[in-house]
């Protein structure tokens, strides 16, 4: 096999390959590696550690960063040629991820089952709804009786009884009574199945008349009867919209980003300019005499200005770093309307997600009823029944919160996980054509493999989001001391969970990406992440300030143009019957924004998940040896972009 063709792909070498033998004398080697052996399978001089299984050097082309890693470096036994290395980046080989956590979620689960029925057996959700005597008898329900003989007025029959009245005697003693109506005595009025005093209701009633809003409830009901053809039309409108702005965002993204960058950059400029001209003028009429000194606002106008202008010059600056980065926003939206195209139903992950979302509000708010109402009798000072609650209910209160936090956070964690699966997987096949089922594929790397990697995401959010409600809590409660170095210091640690949280969230979508292209765990996901994401800090910055605003506008747009249509259909076409059109056309303007979050937030998670991928494509691949998977847009932004661009027009005309 004399004079066998040898490709070293390096600077200086001097390449003499016989019959396998390959003898490379490289100064300087892409692949950064000092011995390179001849490759039978693809006829070339390649790093000896590519294709060694127990390589685990950074140095080394093609091997995985780190040795547990899943990605496992390509071989010549699963690998026809050097240009397929769909195997080496995006992982379908997997394994389950961060199984501990599902394990520790389901005896959260389990734990918080076996605290309801605690509940359960000390509390009675009709206390809440209905209300409960003095001797801890709920109106409107039959009592069962207490064994205890101080107890003995509990247990009576009051279901003829549905009201409770509240009193309070000469003695400031509260009194309360399950009453069979309150329209007996003319002072009362029926408030939540209470019989209130209209002495207590006398200043909201007082500001419902002035209002005219003493009929607002059936002025609403009817105005939604009459515009409910209306309000599908401007629901449908809404639709639409979104989805017209999906596809703007896709072909026309470059003049939406420049009009919002002129935009930011002339609203800067034209505020500093008004300030410094305001204080200008201020100051003129200060030194004339026109205006008293006590009265002037040169000073304020002066902080202002100067406030303003620091701002202006840190956009202007901001922008002019960025502007190349701004080029990659752009693009980056373009591959993501390629992506919906490609994949549709991404667009109705938030359908399921916000269904879950919200049977999960509604059982915490049966639960929260189970648990307020719970409590062991007692006796007060008054010799009234009531019932207080000990340390596990108070426990089950906050169990309750949490798990709430986690459970929602867990839907949300499972949609990001869906999306990322799908787009790494379209991002990492070269043939377009022959992907099939991207989104039901996902759904399936979720459920078999990393439910927990969500699980664990989900309870450290849930556990930083239950610390916050415990020192709102604590605030709340701490009101009445007057202690200005507490409140500060309970501010300053509120604020810095608030921003823990959102970095938070930012790093644990990121790692669900990784996770979705490597099938690894949530803290070697995270880590991965955090790499990408720091070595890319002004691509990240770029992305979440311009491209999170133009989302933002398009969620805007969508919400204003249904209003304006709604206005249109309620007011210019003058729709008979409406007493109030202002209802319908704030209903449909909340709808409008509801179905334009669904969709861009959706957006949002495919943006993200392609510059990861973009990154990720960056590290493992050179475009040359071994060609990128990104598209000729994103090839753009890669330093070897022209030498890719040749490889792959050279690869094109080949097969021609």
Known sequence: ?????????????????????????????????????????????????????????????????????????????????????S?????????????????????????????????????????????????????????SREIDPKFQCKGSDHTKKPYLEIDIEANGVKKRTCVANCTVDETKILFLNRCMH???????????????????????????????????????????????????????????????????????????????????????????????????????????????????????????VMRKRIELVMQLFREAGKAVYSMPALLFQPIYTYLLIGSTVVAWVYCMLWIESAGDIYLNKKNHIHFKKDGLLIATRWYNLFLFFV????????????????????????????????VAKGFGYLIRYHMGTVAFGALIIGIVRVIRAMLSFVQKHLKQYDNAFVKGILWCCQCCLWCFECALKFLTRNAYIETAIYGCNFCTGGRK??????????????????????????????????????????????KEGLNHPWIPITLAGIFAFLVAHCFISIY????????????????????????????????????????????LEQQGAAAI
Request: include cysteine.
């Open 529 to 574: 992440a955090f790499q990408a994401l720091s070595s890319n800090i002004l691509r990240v910055a770029a992305i979440n300030s311009v491209g999170d605003f133009v989302l933002f506008l398009g969620k805007v747009l969508v919400v204003t143009l249904t209003v304006v249509s709604g206005i249109y259909l309620m007011q210019v076409q003058k």
């Open 87 to 143: 195997e080496q980046i995006f992982v379908k080989d997997r394994s389950c991820t961060d199984i501990l956590a599902v394990i520790v979620l389901l005896v959260l689960a389990g734990g918080f089952a076996f605290m309801m029925t605690n509940v359960a057996k000390k509390g009675d959700i009709y206390r809440v709804i209905y209300g409960y005597d003095d001797c801890g008898n709920v109106c409107g329900r039959v009592t």
């Open 198 to 320: 209209k002495k207590v209701t006398e200043t909201i009633n007082s500001i419902i008349r002035t209002l005219r809003l003493d009929s607002f409830y059936n002025d609403a009901v009817t105005d939604l009867g009459i515009a409910w053809r209306e309000l599908i039309y401007l629901l449908l409108i809404a639709l639409a919209l979104s989805l017209g702005i999906l596809v703007a965002f896709r072909y026309m993204v470059q003049y939406v980003i420049y009009i919002v960058l002129i935009g930011a950059v002339l609203a800067c400029i034209g505020g500093t300019t008004y300030l410094w001209l305001a204080w200008y003028r201020e100051k003129k009429s200060l030194e004339r005499g026109e205006i008293y000194p006590e009265d002037s606002s040169v000073e304020p106008y002066f902080i202002y200005a100067i406030i303003m202008s620091v701002v202006a010059v840190i956009v202007l600056l901001v922008i002019l």
């Open 604 to 647: 949002e998670m495919i943006i993200d998940t392609i510059f990861i991928c973009f990154c990720e494509d960056c590290e493992k691949n050179d475009g040359i040896n071994r060609p990128y998977f990104m598209s000729r847009g994103l090839m753009e932004f890669v330093e070897n972009s022209k030498k890719a661009l040749r490889q």
């Open 407 to 438: 459970a929602c956070e867990f839907y949300l964690g499972c949609q990001h996980m869906v999306v990322a699966c799908a787009v790494a997987r379209w991002f990492f096949t070269r043939d377009k054509r022959r992907l099939s089922l991207p």
């Open 1 to 85: 096999m004399e004079g066998c063709d040898c490709n070293c792909d390096c600077g200086n070498c001097d390449c003499n390959c016989d019959c396998g033998d390959c003898d490379c004398n490289c100064d300087s080697c892409d692949c950064n590696c000092s011995e390179l052996v001849f490759n039978e399978a693809v006829q070339q001089c390649l790093c000896a550690c590519f294709w060694d299984d127990n390589c685990t050097e950074m140095g080394c082309c093609g091997c995985a960063d780190e040795p547990s890693s899943k990605v496992e470096p390509t071989t010549p036994d699963n690998q026809d040629s050097p240009s397929n290395y």
